[in-house]
Structure formats: C-alpha cells, structure tokens
C-alpha cells in the first residue's frame, strides 16, 4: 500500500465530486458565460462578505495577480521570510510586478504588527523603495502549518491603514485554519483588502483557486488573469468540484489535523528525531538526529515500506496529511514507523 504524504495536493476526487463535475452545467467562462463557475465565485464571495471573486487555475496565479493589482514596479512588499510568495512562486513579485520583498525573520512565518511598523520605508524619503503593500500566509506553509492569532492580523490591519498599505492573505490553506482555530471566513473578509484560497489542497480538487476582493479589484483581476494566459473556457467542471468541496471538505479537515498530531506525537517519542515543529494542522515538519541516525537511511527505509514524505532543505522534513490519508493507511504507518 503506497502512503504519499508529500503534500495535499495528491489527491484525486472522490465519486461523489466526481458525479458533480460530470454533471456540471458549463459555458465559456472567458464570455463570463459558464454557470458553474459563476456560481463558485458567488458562493465564495458571498461566504467571505466580499463583493466579487474569480476562479483562477493555480493559487500562484492568484497570488501574483493581488499583487500585480496593488503594487507599481520599483516599489516593496513586506512579508514574512517564510512566504510562498517569496520562495516558491518562481519569483513572481519581481517577474510580473517589478517588486521587492522586504523579508521579516517571523516566527514560524509568523509577522507581528511591530514588525511591520518597523519594515515600512518612509514615503517621503525617495532613496529607498515605497512600501504598498503587506502579504501574509494563513496556515503558513513553510512554518508548519501554522495558525496566526487573530488579534495579531487586526493589529497589522491597522498598521496597513496608519500607512495606506494594502493587506493580502495568502489563504492556500485557510480552510485549515478555520477548522482549527474556530474562526470564520466573514471574519477574514472584513480584514483583507484580497484573500485567494486554494481548493486543491485539502480541499481536494484536482484544480483551482479564487482570488476574493471589492468589485472593482476582482473587475481588474480579470484582465491581468487574461494577460497570464489564466482565462479558461468550459471551467465549470472544475468549479463544480469546487462547490462540492466547499460543501462537503471543509468540516473534515479535522480528521487530518488529528491524524497529524499523532504522527507528531509518534515522531517526538523516537530517539532519532531531534526535533519535531508544534503541529496545528496538517503537517508535520521535523528532523532527523544525525548523531543517532542518518538521513539517507532513514529515508530509504520509509521508501522500502512505500511510504513517501519530502524535505524542506537544511535537514528539515515534511509530512502532510490529507484527504486520501485513510484510516487504514494512518494505522499502517503508526504501526511501521516505531520499527523503522
Ligand atoms: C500551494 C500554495 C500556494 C499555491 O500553489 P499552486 O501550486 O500554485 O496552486 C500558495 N501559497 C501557499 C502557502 C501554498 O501552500
């Protein structure tokens, strides 16, 4: 039995999202003529209180276009070291938008509003890059799966608007945070001048993001969506995998961040394992002892029971936890690690 925990994006859909993308009405979506997808957008942007949304085909394609939308070239974002944005989206900020990342040293990519305070180049002095806008991720990717306090957000809000920046939030895994720390989408909506969420991750689509924001935000985004080849036609079968989704994926994020935390808690009672990350949600990161054991044979006996996990570079581990991360295959692999 294969056990993949490389991350949440290998799932495939279900039967029953499978029965209703194969009955989804469609229309060509670049005409706004697809039903399905005019459906998802509303659903969204109605769950989060904001006025519009758009279906884009990757969640980097959402993030690099709220940024294209609310940066010139020449001027600086600030985000945290961690960021997506920043390390894994090819760099995009600077490709598409002519920007500069001012990197934080968070915690667990994690920013406090101090800090942004301090990051902010004062406009006036025209040396040094006008800082526009602020992107966080929640969870954040790269910290572990990590869960902002939702005081720290509104703090940093509050810096944005003593300084008229805009606020992004890199929502890929937003839903987890929900879950886990019992807030709303509503509540995020009513912080974020742009938020994108992504449906396949633990949501479990096969495709598929959607950028949130004020009508006249979401009314540009179509055009630079269009100008980075992101316009689709007959979309709506991948948006009726997003509704169903959205309906019937959220709430068991659960099961996922309870089957992390084992592992987590597994992990931290070996003696190889130096250090395990405080687990939140769905993934678990750590590290192996090279005192007590090498990395590459700890590895290679994951590999020799067919269970896949990924490094995160300087000797840092990943295992991500998901939808089709059965109860069967947890109880395997609780069972096979201690004897590794
Ligand atoms: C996965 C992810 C994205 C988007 O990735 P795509 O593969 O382009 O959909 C954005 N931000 C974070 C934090 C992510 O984990």
Redesign the pocket.
């Known amino acids: 039995m294969k056990i993949n925990l490389i ?1 949440d ?1 290998v799932t495939k859909p279900t039967q029953g999202m499978l029965e209703a993308m194969m009955s989804a009405e469609v229309g060509d979506d670049v005409f706004k003529e697809d039903p399905s997808v005019n459906q998802l957008e509303d659903k969204i942007a109605s769950m989060f209180g904001m006025e519009s949304a758009l279906f ?8 690099q276009t709220a940024i294209k939308l609310q940066t010139q070239p020449g001027e600086q974002l600030i985000c945290d070291k961690y ?3 920043y390390n ?2 090819g760099g995009g900020v600077s490709f598409n938008s002519g920007v500069s990342c001012r990197l934080i040293d968070g915690d667990r990519g994690m920013i406090t509003a101090n800090q942004v305070k301090d990051a902010i180049n004062p406009p006036d002095f025209y040396h040094s890059p006008l800082t526009t806008l602020v992107s966080i ?1 929640n ?4 910290g572990g799966g990590a869960c902002w306090d939702f005081e720290e957000l509104k703090a940093i809000r509050e810096v944005c608007d003593q300084h008229s920046l805009k606020y992004h939030l ?4 937003l839903w987890n945070a929900l879950v886990a720390k019992s807030e709303t989408t509503q509540q995020y909506g009513a912080l974020f001048h742009t938020i ?1 969420v ?1 449906l ?2 633990g949501l479990g689509c096969p495709v598929g ?1 959607v950028l949130v924001g004020s009508k006249e935000t979401i009314q540009r985004a179509i055009r630079v969506r269009k100008i980075f080849g992101g316009g689709m036609r007959q979309a709506g079968f991948l948006a009726a995998a997003g509704i169903y989704a959205l309906d019937n994926h959220i709430d068991r994020l659960a099961e996922d961040h309870k089957k992390a935390k084992e592992i987590s808690t597994l992990l931290a009672s070996l003696p190889y394992i130096k250090s395990v990350a405080p687990t939140e949600t769905n993934i678990v990161i750590f590290e192996i002892d090279e005192q007590q054991r090498s990395l590459e044979d700890f590895l290679n006996s994951l590999k020799q029971n067919d269970i896949h996990i990924i490094g995160m570079g300087q000797g840092k581990l990943r295992i991500v936890t998901h939808l089709d991360y059965t109860d069967k295959m947890h109880n395997a692999f609780m069972g096979i690690i201690p004897q590794l």
Request: aromatic content about 6%.
């Open positions: 991350s994006t884009f085909p990757s969640g980097t394609m959402a993030n960021s997506h944005i894994y989206e991720e969870t954040t990717n790269k890199d929502g890929a895994r994108s992504c396949s991750k993001s």
